[in-house]
């Protein structure tokens, strides 16, 4: 079963606008760790921003915040402000226990932002 | 911190040809992870090492792959033949262990692999 759903393949954004980027995902562990990483065109991974289950505030990082609502499984990215150098694939991802003791991370299929100038 | 190092960065090879893909984990990183990126079934992961040890290759798709970490610095993963099916990006990433649901992973910058 899909653990982390995507649903936008594409999305464009102008300039100094704000984005949201839609994940949510499945999980029956109480513990776990909800990700996402940019992708630029030239296809390193970037880490960008955390949130934990049990963390009761909202991750934030710089022009990065994650929306996190628990009951509905929802780890949404808003990127602020967005720049240029914005348009990449980004990716949610999470970790969790479900079949081992370690925490393994698990990718969902990508959303590709292009910012428009 | 030098990051993960992977090489080469680009590959090009003929059906057929074995392909070795070599990656060096941040010092001190516990677990490594071989991870394969194609448009079609997107970021998979292909095999997982604790200690140089294969923990999980449950991802790895036939026979024709094979996955070594002969020591805490170095790891392979070898396509003996390839085929042009194998055509991806393949990353490898570490991260300081797995304990812990917010341990990051580090990714290398990735291996572009055609195989014509």
């Known amino acids: 079963a899909q653990k982390i759903t995507q649903t936008q393949p594409g999305m464009f954004v102008q300039e100094k606008e704000a984005v949201t980027l839609d994940c949510t995902y499945d999980t029956s562990d109480q513990s776990y760790g909800l990700f996402w990483y940019k992708q630029p065109s030239s296809g390193e991974m970037i880490f960008l921003i955390y949130?934990?289950?049990?963390?009761?505030q909202n991750a934030t990082e710089g022009r990065y915040s994650l929306n996190f609502q628990k009951a509905r499984k929802s780890a949404n990215l808003v990127i602020s402000a967005s720049q240029l150098g914005d348009s990449a694939m980004y990716f949610c991802?999470?970790?969790?226990?479900?079949?081992?003791?370690?925490?393994?991370?698990?990718f969902g299929a990508g959303t590709t932002v292009t910012v428009r100038a | 911190d030098a990051g993960v190092i992977q090489s080469p960065r680009h590959e090009v090879t003929e059906m057929g040809q074995e392909v070795t893909l070599r990656c060096k984990p941040i010092?001190?990183?516990?677990?490594l992870f071989w991870y394969r990126q194609t448009m079609m079934r997107g970021l998979e992961l292909l095999i997982y090492?604790?200690?140089?040890?294969?923990?999980?290759d449950s991802g790895m798709p036939e026979d024709r792959f094979s996955a070594k970490m002969p020591n805490a610095s170095f790891s392979t993963l070898k396509i003996q033949p390839s085929e042009p099916r194998d055509s991806a990006v393949y990353f490898c990433?570490?991260?300081?262990?797995?304990?812990?649901?917010?341990?990051?992973?580090?990714f290398g910058s990735g291996t572009q692999l055609s195989v014509l």
């Open positions: 090492f604790n200690n140089n040890v294969p923990i999980d």
């Open positions: 010092s001190g990183h516990d677990y």
């Open positions: 990433a570490s991260s300081l262990s797995l304990v812990a649901a917010n341990e990051k992973l580090f």
């Open positions: 991802a999470m970790r969790d226990r479900r079949r081992s003791n370690d925490y393994k991370l698990s």
């Open positions: 949130q934990g289950s049990y963390d009761e």
